[in-house]
């Protein structure tokens, strides 16, 4: 099975896709998209170019289900949200159309299931990526390895625990 992963962003998102067999599971690639910035594109431009950079990535890599990062921010920044949403909409209307059956998890949740620690540093995040991948070296940018860890965290919650349970 294909899973792909997004850390969802404007600017930047990162995706990462994995290719999982029972309790093995191995890098297929792993990258961004860049929305561009907002000082020289408008916010439909950005918005449109981070839906088709996301729908390459699937129609290339042909994933059966898309794990996403849920939406967070702190309340005292109300408008990182609304515009991270604009993002995270696009991306999800790839998957939709792209025919993919797509997951939820909170950054909590993530991190937890890839550290043991549900506040670990983006660096411990880079680390356990490198080594449950058996990377050479941790992912980057960190945009890159929190979309593998969402991949990962879908892959250890919902795929590699059914295969586990059906034994």
């Excluded at 600017?11 to 792993?30: F, K, P, S």
């Excluded at 794990?67 to 515009?83: F, G």
Aim: charge should be neutral; hydrophobic fraction near 40%.
């Amino acid at each position: 099975m294909k899973i792909l992963g997004i850390d969802p962003g404007l600017n930047i998102t990162g995706y990462g896709v994995i290719e999982t067999a029972g309790r093995r599971v191995r890098l297929v690639e792993a990258g961004v998209v860049r929305g561009g910035s907002s000082s020289n594109r408008t916010l439909a431009e950005r918005v449109a170019e981070v839906h088709q950079g996301v729908a390459e990535v699937i129609e290339t890599h042909a994933p059966e289900v898309m794990a996403i990062e849920e939406l967070y921010s702190h309340y005292d920044r109300p408008k990182t949200a609304i515009l991270m949403g604009h993002a995270r909409g696009a991306i999800i209307l790839a998957g939709q159309l792209g025919g993919l059956s797509v997951k939820h998890y909170a950054a909590t949740q993530i991190k937890k299931t890839l550290t043991g620690n549900g506040r670990a540093p983006k660096t411990q995040m880079q680390q356990a990526i490198a080594r449950e991948l058996g990377l050479p070296a941790p992912p980057e940018p960190a945009d890159v390895a929190d979309a593998l860890a969402i991949a990962m965290t879908h892959w250890f919650l919902d795929c590699r625990l059914s295969v586990e349970s059906s034994k």
